[in-house]
């Protein structure tokens, strides 16, 4: 409650509607901070596209009309992109007011020493399209930044194991800024036995980071994964053993498969 900012509170006392993601929520922060007597309107990720045309015909009225998410920014996987690209579309204005960000206190409290990071969100709910996500993240020198949801939890960080490695280093930072807020880092390795430990450490909104991909130096391939690449090419096609090799010895795709193909030519 006391994240928000004074500006904020200015902007939800002088808007005449305000707009929030669950009227109750946003009803309990303004009945907290003693701001009475609004309008809301329910906007959220099922219904933002005719919320969006109630709100420009507001805005048409010469009304002023604040948006609300229940913990976070909104447009930062949470609704309102959309509304603010159909409000800008109609030529009104749209002005930003900072606010609490999951991702960005994380980042501040981890302690993860890459310069830059990429926030993805909310990687796919199934296990087969996560991996995939994963796969295409796999060489990145950033800190990667995702949410995940507590039924999710487990299968997200064992995935994570799997496709980036025992090594790497995860922070786990559970319910920030909120009472039962935990922030705990370790190896991927680590994470699952963590999690495990306590019951409570599987409650609650989860931001985790990723530490950054070790650059590789380019047209190196360890003996090792060379080896496992010459086995796959034996029984398997090309483009099977090179994904089957990426997956295993986590060097580029591009590597292996050019690796690959000097291969076969020399057979």
């Given at each position: 409650?006391?994240?928000?900012?004074?500006?904020?509170?200015?902007v939800?006392?002088?808007?005449?509607?305000i707009?929030?993601?669950d009227?109750?929520?946003?009803s309990?922060l303004l009945?907290?901070?003693?701001?009475?007597?609004?309008?809301?309107?329910a906007?959220?990720?099922?219904?933002?596209?005719?919320?969006?045309?109630?709100?420009?015909?507001?805005?048409a009225?010469?009304?002023?009309?604040?948006?609300?998410?229940?913990?976070?920014?909104?447009a930062?996987?949470?609704?309102?992109a959309?509304?603010?690209n159909?409000?800008?579309?109609?030529?009104?204005?749209?002005?930003?007011?900072?606010?609490?960000?999951?991702?960005v206190?994380?980042?501040?409290?981890?302690?993860?020493?890459?310069?830059?990071?990429?926030?993805?969100?909310?990687?796919?709910n199934?296990?087969?399209?996560?991996?995939k996500?994963l796969?295409?993240?796999?060489e990145?020198p950033y800190t990667l930044?995702?949410y995940?949801a507590?039924?999710?939890?487990?299968?997200?960080?064992?995935?994570?194991?799997?496709?980036?490695?025992?090594?790497?280093e995860?922070?786990?930072?559970?319910?920030?800024t909120?009472?039962?807020?935990?922030?705990?880092?370790?190896?991927?390795?680590?994470a699952t036995?963590?999690?495990?430990?306590?019951?409570?450490?599987?409650?609650?909104?989860?931001?985790?980071?990723?530490?950054?991909?070790t650059?590789?130096?380019?047209?190196?391939i360890s003996?090792?994964?060379e080896?496992?690449?010459?086995?796959?090419?034996e029984?398997?096609?090309?483009?099977?053993?090179?994904?089957?090799a990426v997956?295993?010895?986590?060097?580029?795709?591009?590597?292996?498969?050019?690796?690959a193909?000097?291969?076969?030519?020399?057979?």
């Amino acid at each position: 409650m006391r994240d928000i900012s004074l500006r904020a509170l200015d902007v939800l006392n002088s808007a005449d509607t305000i707009a929030a993601e669950d009227t109750r929520n946003s009803s309990h922060l303004l009945t907290h901070h003693g701001i009475s007597a609004k309008r809301l309107l329910a906007l959220h990720q099922h219904n933002e596209r005719a919320a969006a045309e109630k709100i420009i015909a507001l805005l048409a009225q010469g009304e002023s009309v604040a948006l609300v998410t229940d913990a976070g920014t909104p447009a930062i996987s949470d609704p309102g992109a959309l509304l603010v690209n159909d409000v800008r579309a109609a030529g009104y204005r749209v002005i930003p007011v900072p606010g609490a960000s999951a991702a960005v206190a994380a980042l501040s409290a981890g302690g993860l020493l890459a310069p830059h990071f990429l926030f993805y969100g909310f990687l796919p709910n199934k296990a087969a399209a996560r991996r995939k996500e994963l796969h295409a993240l796999l060489e990145f020198p950033y800190t990667l930044v995702f949410y995940e949801a507590p039924h999710r939890i487990q299968e997200c960080v064992a995935d994570l194991q799997a496709v980036l490695g025992d090594a790497r280093e995860i922070v786990l930072a559970r319910e920030i800024t909120k009472m039962f807020e935990n922030i705990h880092r370790c190896r991927l390795d680590e994470a699952t036995a963590w999690l495990n430990s306590d019951p409570n450490n599987l409650r609650g909104e989860f931001v985790l980071l990723i530490s950054a991909a070790t650059p590789r130096a380019e047209g190196l391939i360890s003996a090792e994964a060379e080896q496992i690449l010459r086995v796959l090419l034996e029984d398997l096609p090309l483009k099977q053993a090179v994904q089957l090799a990426v997956k295993i010895s986590g060097v580029a795709r591009n590597e292996l498969y050019q690796l690959a193909l000097t291969l076969k030519s020399s057979d």
